[in-house]
Each structure stands twice: as structure tokens, then as C-alpha cells.
T-cell receptor, first 114, second 113 residues
Framework: AQSVTQLGSHVSVSEGALVLLRCNYS??????LFWYVQYPNQGLQLLLK??????LVKGINGFEAEFKKSETSFHLTKPSAHMSDAAEYFC????????????FGTGTRLKVLA | EAQVTQNPRYLITVTGKKLTVTCSQN?????MSWYRQDPGLGLRQIYY???????DKGDVPEGYKVSRKEKRNFPLILESPSPNQTSLYFC????????????FGQGTRLTVV
């Protein structure tokens, strides 16, 4: 069975500091991995995704994530936080096994301090 | 503009009064799904549909019904709502399942009293 674990339900960083949001997954077959962002009172929107190929994936707004199969991780990073990055971030996994299904982590709320 | 539209955005209802939350997408996507979002639990899938007339249960289907009579629409039906169904609901669609991006609606905040 597939699962997603996000470490840290709340993360605070100073403006300009590195953002690191952690995601570990469990899957018995090669996974598709996603990061979504949710701004207040809005739906989720895709930040980036890994399907196959290059393990370092670049997304919108300067975010990137690296797929590390040996560590079953897909951590999200951004070199320099902006106030506008304050939001909730969700890691998700989907596997190609019969019918598709997305499984989301419990989310990490990012707070950016001035 | 490509979008997923949910209605209503906010709904307060009483226990046992049937309600329907509508979801429509204009991207000709095959795959649609419903999630509920609760604090500390993330998003949990209620039902999903791989195509017209093809639906299946997600992780938390109890108390919900869905139908997919047309490709663009995927309504969520609560036949007899209860307070534990108070939640934030999202509809999502994607071209297919798996590695394709899911597009989300704006959400429906439901309160059952």
C-alpha cells in the first residue's frame, strides 16, 4: 500500500532563509510524486511533479524537489523564502497499478517571518 | 479558462437534509474525484471516477454518493448528512489518473448542525 508522511505540520522560516519541507513516501511500485500548494480560501495548485527521468524537478515560484529512491524521499526546497510563500503545502503520491489514486500527506503549514 | 467549478462555496444545513454539491470541469478530463480536508488529516479521497459511468470508492466513502452521467460533471450527494461530515470538500479532475496533474476546485465548506 502507498502512503505519504510529511514531517512537521508547521514550519517557520525567516524571509530570505532556506525553505525545506520534508516528504517521505512508501510505495511498492515506482511512484509519481507531487507537491501542491494551498493558499488561504483556495483550492490546491500544482507546484511540481516527478514522473520519470531527471530526479531533480523544478517547479513554479522557485521551488524544486529531488526524488531520492534510496531514501524514499521527495523533499521540497526553495533557496530564499518570500512572504508570499506562506501557505499550506501537500505532498502526494500516485502509483501506476490498475486504477490510479492520489494519496496526500497531512500537509505542512509554512509561516514566513519578516 | 480551464477550471473546475464547485457549488456552493459555503453551505450550512441540518442533520438529515439531503444535499448535493456540484462539480463541473471544462477540460475534457477523464478522471474526477472528491476529497474532504480536515485539520491534521490532510486530504482524504471520498470517491473517484475513471470515466463516464465508472466510479469507485476512495478511503472514506461512507455517507456519500456520486454519479458520473456526463464527462464534465461529478456531483457529490449526501443523502442524510450528519455533523461528522462537517468539512471542507474539494473536487478535482485530471486528464487521466497517475502522473497527470490534478486541477482542484475552490472548495465547499459544509457545516452540518
Amino acid at each position: 500500500a502507498q502512503s505519504v508522511t510529511q514531517l512537521g505540520s508547521h514550519v517557520s522560516v525567516s524571509e530570505g532563509a532556506l525553505v525545506l519541507l520534508r516528504c517521505n513516501y512508501s510505495s511498492s511500485v515506482p511512484p509519481y510524486l507531487f507537491w501542491y500548494v494551498q493558499y488561504p480560501n483556495q483550492g490546491l495548485q500544482l507546484l511540481l511533479k516527478y514522473t520519470t527521468g531527471a530526479t531533480l524537478v523544478k517547479g513554479i515560484n522557485g521551488f524544486e524537489a529531488e526524488f531520492k529512491k534510496s531514501e524514499t524521499s521527495f523533499h521540497l526546497t526553495k533557496p530564499s523564502a518570500h512572504m508570499s510563500d506562506a501557505a499550506e503545502y501537500f505532498c502526494a503520491v500516485s502509483v501506476k497499478s490498475g486504477t490510479y489514486k492520489y494519496i496526500f500527506g497531512t500537509g505542512t503549514r509554512l509561516k514566513v517571518l519578516a | 479558462e480551464a477550471q473546475v467549478t464547485q457549488n456552493p462555496r459555503y453551505l450550512i444545513t441540518v442533520t438529515g437534509k439531503k444535499l448535493t454539491v456540484t462539480c463541473s470541469q471544462n477540460m475534457n478530463h477523464e478522471y474526477m474525484s472528491w476529497y474532504r480536508q480536515d485539520p491534521g488529516l490532510g486530504l482524504r479521497q471520498i470517491y473517484y471516477s475513471m470515466n463516464v459511468e465508472v466510479t469507485d470508492k476512495g478511503d472514506v466513502p461512507e455517507g456519500y454518493k456520486v454519479s458520473r452521467k456526463e464527462k464534465r460533471n461529478f456531483p457529490l450527494i449526501l443523502e442524510s448528512p450528519s455533523p461528522n461530515q462537517t468539512s471542507l470538500y474539494f473536487c478535482a479532475s485530471s486528464l487521466k489518473g497517475g502522473g497527470t496533474e490534478a486541477f482542484f476546485g475552490q472548495g465547499t465548506r459544509l457545516t452540518v448542525v
